[in-house]
């Protein structure tokens, strides 16, 4: 039995770090396990810019404890007014990495989000040109189309466009939740992949009513059913450079997420690698996880692989019911379960 695994330090190609308090709380538990982030833009207002995103990832910067290496990696949210030349300008000058597509109204903070998604063809073009990668959150929002399968329609409405008419441009299909979304990305071409949460590895749409309601289970998209979860597994563990470490984590305030509209999201940062590490060897592929986690994210966003190392060893941890994040109380992800590894300081 395997009793410590070291891999290359991963990095999380998508992350939640808020801003304020709240980030400067949360910002710790990412930079402990990940060298780099890429890091979501839907903050209140949104970061829409290079400018904003640069004087955002100096707010980060600043929250990382002295003695941690860690780079925030930033987007830019893409609106029915984006400026396509001011994202290939943000990708010139180091700025941003990568653009983020909100359809408007999908998820928190999402209303600024675009309303059509044909009108960005010059901003995709420009996108394409530059290099910038483009980072989608799939799913449609029309309230005729059941929440369970907002994720199939999206891919089939615009996603499969997208690509088709854009074949130099990279695209991220973040925290894939179907086998629907796996299918596509394993069937397209070698610029499009896909990032898989800890959350949808371990549970399935049952976790949020066991019970009763669960907000904590909730998060958007939506956990979907077994079959999906399986099928994220198999994706997760096999090995292929399509799909990679996101984490999604997504912290809210406990009162926020327990309240008559709770806000979707699962805070997972605190023990990701934990995380997903346990469901790699319950499916036995501890062998996978490097290149799942460390290897196939810099190769697909054209970055070099971190040189420095992380390990985990096989300790029984305790989840805590609850986290103190700047004054906050929030409910992390395994609230009040065992994980059976840690990573070590």
């Given at each position: 039995m395997t009793e410590s695994l070291t891999i290359r330090r991963p990095d999380d190609w998508h992350v939640h770090l808020r801003d304020d308090e709240m980030m400067r709380g949360v910002v710790p538990y990412t930079a402990r396990q990940f060298a780099r982030a890429i890091v979501m833009p839907n903050l209140s207002p949104p970061v829409t810019t290079t400018e904003a995103a640069r004087v955002y990832r100096e707010r980060i910067r600043a929250a990382v404890p002295a003695g941690v290496a860690f780079e925030p990696l930033m987007?830019?949210?893409?609106?029915?007014?984006?400026?396509?030349?001011?994202?290939?300008?943000?990708?010139?000058?180091?700025?941003?990495?990568?653009?983020?597509?909100?359809?408007?109204?999908?998820?928190?903070?999402?209303?600024?989000?675009?309303?059509?998604?044909?009108?960005?063809?010059?901003?995709?073009?420009?996108?394409?040109?530059?290099?910038?990668?483009?980072?989608?959150?799939?799913?449609?929002?029309?309230?005729d189309v059941d929440v369970f399968d907002r994720e199939a329609v999206f891919i089939d409405r615009h996603l499969t466009r997208i690509v088709q008419e854009f074949p130099g441009l990279k695209v991220v299909l973040e925290h894939i939740t179907t086998s629907e979304g796996v299918a596509f990305v394993e069937g397209a071409?070698?610029?499009?992949?896909?990032?898989?949460?800890?959350?949808?590895?371990?549970?399935?749409r049952n976790a949020m009513f066991a019970g009763g309601m669960r907000p904590h289970a909730y998060c958007l998209p939506v956990a979907k059913r077994e079959q999906h979860r399986l099928a994220l597994r198999k994706?997760?563990?096999?090995?292929?450079?399509r799909f990679f470490l996101g984490t999604d984590s997504a912290p809210h305030a406990k009162e926020a997420k327990e309240s008559a509209c709770g806000c979707a999201g699962i805070f997972n940062a605190p023990f990701a690698l934990e995380s997903y590490v346990q469901a790699f060897e319950e499916e036995g592929a501890l062998g996978s996880f490097e290149q799942f986690a460390s290897l196939a994210g810099p190769a697909f966003y054209g970055l070099p692989v971190n040189e420095d190392t992380v390990t985990l060893e096989r300790v029984s941890v305790d989840v805590s019911e609850t986290l103190d994040i700047g004054g906050t109380s929030v409910v992390p992800f395994h609230a009040g379960e065992k994980l059976s590894w840690r990573l070590s300081a």
């Amino acid at each position: 039995m395997t009793e410590s695994l070291t891999i290359r330090r991963p990095d999380d190609w998508h992350v939640h770090l808020r801003d304020d308090e709240m980030m400067r709380g949360v910002v710790p538990y990412t930079a402990r396990q990940f060298a780099r982030a890429i890091v979501m833009p839907n903050l209140s207002p949104p970061v829409t810019t290079t400018e904003a995103a640069r004087v955002y990832r100096e707010r980060i910067r600043a929250a990382v404890p002295a003695g941690v290496a860690f780079e925030p990696l930033m987007t830019a949210y893409l609106t029915d007014a984006t400026d396509g030349a001011d994202l290939a300008r943000g990708k010139a000058e180091g700025v941003l990495t990568a653009a983020k597509l909100y359809p408007a109204n999908a998820t928190t903070n999402s209303a600024h989000g675009v309303t059509d998604i044909d009108k960005l063809s010059g901003v995709f073009a420009a996108m394409e040109n530059s290099g910038l990668v483009l980072c989608v959150h799939g799913e449609v929002t029309a309230s005729d189309v059941d929440v369970f399968d907002r994720e199939a329609v999206f891919i089939d409405r615009h996603l499969t466009r997208i690509v088709q008419e854009f074949p130099g441009l990279k695209v991220v299909l973040e925290h894939i939740t179907t086998s629907e979304g796996v299918a596509f990305v394993e069937g397209a071409g070698r610029n499009v992949a896909g990032t898989i949460t800890p959350q949808h590895l371990h549970i399935n749409r049952n976790a949020m009513f066991a019970g009763g309601m669960r907000p904590h289970a909730y998060c958007l998209p939506v956990a979907k059913r077994e079959q999906h979860r399986l099928a994220l597994r198999k994706a997760a563990t096999s090995g292929s450079g399509r799909f990679f470490l996101g984490t999604d984590s997504a912290p809210h305030a406990k009162e926020a997420k327990e309240s008559a509209c709770g806000c979707a999201g699962i805070f997972n940062a605190p023990f990701a690698l934990e995380s997903y590490v346990q469901a790699f060897e319950e499916e036995g592929a501890l062998g996978s996880f490097e290149q799942f986690a460390s290897l196939a994210g810099p190769a697909f966003y054209g970055l070099p692989v971190n040189e420095d190392t992380v390990t985990l060893e096989r300790v029984s941890v305790d989840v805590s019911e609850t986290l103190d994040i700047g004054g906050t109380s929030v409910v992390p992800f395994h609230a009040g379960e065992k994980l059976s590894w840690r990573l070590s300081a």
